[in-house]
């Protein structure tokens, strides 16, 4: 168990819907990062929040937004959303923002769009 | 910008042979290089990292990888491998940007 948690652990919905996705990272770190793990395109960084901003950007579309909240849980709003969004999807955390610290990954959301 | 190649997506290899699991990046910088694997239905673990220092980096459960600047190379080894290492494993990059990347992945079938 890394101490980070994310809810729900399966969602199903329909295309054109709007989910949100919600990550707890482990206790004292401020650093969280989302990252979506589908079979074709791998696992790709989507963005990284520190301490409720902003630090870094992935390959994150227009239709996702994410935000950090003042004690530090996450969420990832995914809408308009289409097949090709249905993939795992991880949340990180770590204490530093640093590129060299050591990420904590939550057990996953697997999103399923019908 | 960064990539990360991991060579072969599926590796088998028998009970108690050497495990190799190869990892290329391309940087204009020096990078930060992390190996992690990620077991059936469950999020990804850190088996190892390098940072600065010693190029050789030991892990968890009797891996280590060893940076190699002139091949570009991070390849993961394990002298020995068990039943509980069939896992998916992925080698990883991120700059100081903090952009983090990641390899597809190599899917590691241990044969009894």
């Known amino acids: 168990d890394s101490g980070v948690t994310q809810t729900p652990k399966h969602l199903i919905t329909a295309t054109g819907q709007r989910v949100t996705l919600r990550c707890s990272p482990r206790?004292?770190?401020?650093?969280v990062y989302w990252y979506q793990q589908s079979l074709d395109q791998g696992l790709q960084f989507l963005i990284q929040?520190?301490?409720?901003?902003?630090?870094a950007k992935g390959n994150i579309l227009e239709r996702f937004s994410a935000q950090q909240f003042p004690d530090l849980h996450s969420e990832l709003n995914l809408s308009s959303l289409e097949l090709g969004d249905s993939a795992l999807y991880f949340c990180?955390?770590?204490?530093?923002?640093?590129?060299?610290?050591?990420?904590?990954f939550g057990p996953g959301t697997r999103l399923t769009v019908l | 910008a960064q990539s990360v190649t991991q060579l072969g997506s599926h590796v088998s290899v028998s009970e108690g042979a050497l495990v190799l699991l190869r990892c290329n990046y391309s940087?204009?910088?020096?990078?930060?290089l992390f190996w992690y694997v990620q077991y059936p239905n469950q999020g990804l673990q850190l088996l190892l990292k390098?940072?600065?220092?010693?190029?050789l980096v030991k892990g968890i459960n009797g891996f280590e990888a060893e940076f190699k600047k002139s091949e570009t190379s991070f390849h993961l080894t394990k002298p020995s491998a068990h039943r509980s290492d069939a896992a998916e494993y992925f080698c990883?990059?991120?700059?100081?940007?903090?952009?983090?990347?990641f390899g597809t992945g190599t899917s590691l079938t241990v044969i009894p």
């Open positions: 990883a990059v991120s700059e100081p940007g903090n952009q983090f990347y």
């Open positions: 940087s204009s910088v020096p990078p930060y």
């Open positions: 206790s004292g770190d401020l650093s």
């Open positions: 390098y940072t600065t220092g010693a190029t």
């Open positions: 990180a955390s770590s204490v530093d923002p640093k590129a060299a610290d050591t990420q904590y």
């Open positions: 929040y520190y301490n409720g901003e902003e630090r």
